[in-house]
């Protein structure tokens, strides 16, 4: 399953929303998501990815634009641990 799939997943069961409305380019204050409300559930991603992305200038307004930075860091640890 790709970042983007299992983000779409974890953003549909979190904000109770239809699956076939999350655009991955669609802007998700669209949606009814602030940056509070999903600031909070970077913290589920985080669980989900087991990465860190705090401090990461989080200027996401788009599900392509969260999973890019999730896939940046899932690379980077894997290249650090090689």
């Known amino acids: 399953m790709s970042t983007l799939n299992t983000l779409q997943k974890l953003i549909a069961a979190e904000f109770d929303i239809d699956p ?3 655009d991955p380019a669609r802007p998700l204050q669209e949606l009814g998501i602030d940056s509070l409300a999903m600031t909070e559930c970077l913290f589920k991603i985080e669980d989900e990815f087991k990465i860190s992305i705090a401090g990461s200038g989080l200027q996401v ?3 392509q634009e969260i999973a890019d930075l999730v896939d940046s860091h899932l690379k980077a640890q894997s290249s650090g641990a090689a």
Do not use: F, M, N, S
């Open 61 to 63: 307004g788009t599900l």
């Open 20 to 22: 076939a409305e999350l």
